[in-house]
Each structure stands twice: as structure tokens, then as C-alpha cells.
């Protein structure tokens, strides 16, 4: 193909590109507009907000008809101050063309993690950005991301940001660190730096979470006092983790032991993914060299062991995938696994009344796939990691990672 072929080529692509992401994002817009979602989030944010500008109790307010407490630490409520400042139309709207914005960047910085110079669509930039953001939006954490109005896809993106930097970058887990001052669950990256031997990254993640307790503390000082000693420890307060919209292991395994209290069941195989899993992370880590499969093994750990992981915290499916397609023939596993993602199969199974703990054996796995999906997925990277050639010292492992992996 000549320059000029190919310079047409490159044009036809990213027309190609741009009308299939405007067509996704305006499909979009039309489904929220028809169909009127509430956004609830998005509504307990700005009540946050309020309660910080008028001194009003952080922790004592409900919203929605589903009565929604507030449920982040204090520094969160800071950040959701500006929330306020637009009518609440505008502010939905700012969160979908947000969120949108943060898909895309959060494909991008997948890209980076994933070795783009060996993969297919090394070259292609933004064409491939778009196209992957366009069907990304349909993805079922993804797309309940945006008309909830939650902020995974910024979690995400700030980790994935602090990781793809360089190992000697100044403030390297300063975003980390902030991600867990938000919402909690970022902080295992912390432990993920450290045990991967870079421990000013991860000692710079603990300060910054540190700092942002400490400016809570200091703005909002009795909501701190009351978030740190008491509703931190209310899980129960989230939600019911029984429901099918709970994918966690404590989900997992309350639906399948039709209880709403699985206690042992969850607790004794939650502390034994923890603990292989973040084993594992560290492995991945160090035979990779890079922070891709180690940060996707990392949160699927996080997620699963976490007592409420609702549907839409699994965003980090685009990573995922991303990493998947990358892989020399890898390409069927993307797509199968871009099925479960979009299928929505926990929204088809009898739920109403109480049926969430009632399901037959052949619906459990239509109830939970995504905790499903990440033990396959771990027991999987664990067979390639610990079976593969070199496996016997981590140097030699970091040399055979590329033809055990590709």
C-alpha cells in the first residue's frame, strides 16, 4: 500500500470511527432522555454537597424512593460540593457526557497498560479509541455507570493513570491514594505497589489516602469522626447483599446457600482469594514487567472479596477486554467475554419478592457472572503463570512472560 492509499485508508477509518461513536453516544442520549432514569447517584451526590455547605448531618439523610444514604467518606462530600452549583438537568447531563469522556480515556490508558506497540491496532489511535469507546457504552457495568451517575470510570482511570507512569515519576501513587479517600476499595493498589517491591509508590498511595482523611477530619470533623468509628463498619447500610445486583463472593455465595447471612461460606473463601489473589497480582507483576494483568488480577480480587460489589463496579471489564484482544488469539476470548458483560443475565432471573434467594441451581450462574467469570479469570492467569515456562524463579519468568502470555 502506497502513503497515499494509506493515509486514505487511515482518513475512511477514523470517519468510520467517528460516526459509529457519535451514532452509540446519540442512541444513548435518546434512551436516557425516553426512558427519564433518575440518575439516584447522582442525586445522593449533590445531597452531600448540600449537607457540606449548610453544616447539615453528612450521614443522617435519605434520598430517592429507595432511601439512599450517603455511603463515601467525608472527603468525597468535598469534591461533590460543585455538584450543586448546576440545576440538577444540567448536572445529569455533565455526568452522562462526563462519563462518556472517562470511557474513553479509560480505553486509552487500557491501551497503554496493554503493550499497544505488540498488538493489533498499534498505529491506529484514536479510530480504535472511538470504536472501543462507542461499544463500550453498552457494556452492562458501563453503561449502569452512566445512568446511575456513578463515578467508577473515574476510580478507574485515576489507578490506571498512577500505574502506567513511570516507576521514578514524582508523587508515583498520589492518585491512588486519592481514588481510596473517594471510595475505599482503590486502596488495594496500595498493597499491590508494595508487594510488588515499589514501595515509595505505594508508601506516596497510603500518605495520599492519609491526606485525604486528614482534610476531612479537618473540614468536616464530627462527620469524620462518625464515618471512621461507626458507618465504615455498617456494610449493610450499602444495600442488601443478597440481590442479584450484589456480584461480589458474599453475593455469590448468600444466593447460593439461600441465606441473607452466608457468613462462613463467604467469609473463609473471601479471605482465601485475598490472599492468592494479591499472591498472584505480585506474580503476574513480575513476570510481565508491566502492571496490565497484575492491576486487572489486582481489582477483580478487590471486587470479589469486597462484602457489596454492585454490577456496575466491574468497569474494570475494559480492561480487561482490552488486554484480552492484545493477546495473540485472544480475540474469541474478548468476544466471549464481552458477551457476559453485555448480556445482563442477573436482570433476567426471577428477583422480585425475595426470589433472589430462591433461584434453582441452572440460574446461579445467569445471577452471578461476573464473580463467576473472575475466579475462571484467576484460576486461568494462575495456570498460564505458575505452569508456564520459567516459572521456577521470577527473573526467568519475566524473560518467558511474552511467550507464555502471547
Known sequence: MTGLDADRHSRTELRAAVALFALSFTALALLCAAQ?????????????????????????????????????????ALLFVPAGWLSLTATKVAFVVGNTALLALLVQLSLRL????????????????????????WLEPVFQTVVFGQINLLLVCLVLWDLGRPG???????????????????????????????VRAGLTALAGFAGTVTLGVLVLPTASVEFWTRRIFETGRVGKAWIVDNQSLQGLAARLAHTPEPGVL????????????????????????????????????????????????????????VLLASVRAGLWAALAVG?????????????????????????????????????????????RCYSGPGSGSDSAASRSWESTMR
Not at 492468592?276 to 481489582?299: F, H, I, K, N, S
Request: one cysteine or more; a positive charge.
Open 36 to 76: 427519564r432514569f433518575p440518575m439516584a447517584d447522582v442525586l445522593v451526590y449533590r445531597a452531600e454537597g448540600e449537607a457540606v455547605v449548610s453544616g447539615a448531618d453528612l450521614y443522617g439523610f435519605t434520598v430517592t424512593g429507595w432511601r439512599l444514604p450517603a455511603t463515601y467518606p467525608p472527603f468525597a
Open 114 to 137: 496493554a503493550a499497544p506497540a505488540r498488538a493489533p491496532w498499534h498505529g491506529r489511535g484514536l479510530p480504535v479509541v472511538l470504536a472501543a469507546t462507542a461499544a463500550g457504552l
Open 168 to 198: 521514578n515519576a514524582r508523587g508515583k501513587g498520589l492518585a491512588i491514594g486519592v481514588a481510596a479517600g473517594i471510595k475505599l476499595t482503590p486502596a488495594i493498589f496500595a498493597v499491590y505497589l508494595l508487594l510488588t517491591g515499589r
Open 266 to 321: 463467604w467469609l473463609l473463601p473471601a479471605a482465601l482469594v485475598s490472599v492468592a489473589g494479591l499472591a498472584l497480582a505480585r506474580r503476574v507483576y513480575l513476570r510481565q514487567g508491566m502492571d496490565g494483568w497484575g492491576a486487572v488480577v489486582t481489582a477483580f480480587t478487590a471486587l470479589l472479596v469486597c462484602p457489596i460489589s454492585w454490577s456496575h463496579h466491574w468497569v474494570w471489564c475494559v480492561p480487561l477486554l
Open 339 to 383: 458477551v457476559v458483560f453485555t448480556a445482563r443475565s442477573l436482570w433476567l432471573v426471577p428477583k422480585a419478592g425475595g426470589w433472589d434467594l430462591r433461584l434453582a441451581w441452572w440460574q446461579q450462574p445467569l445471577a452471578s457472572p461476573y464473580p463467576v467469570l473472575a475466579l475462571a479469570l484467576l484460576a486461568a492467569v494462575a495456570a
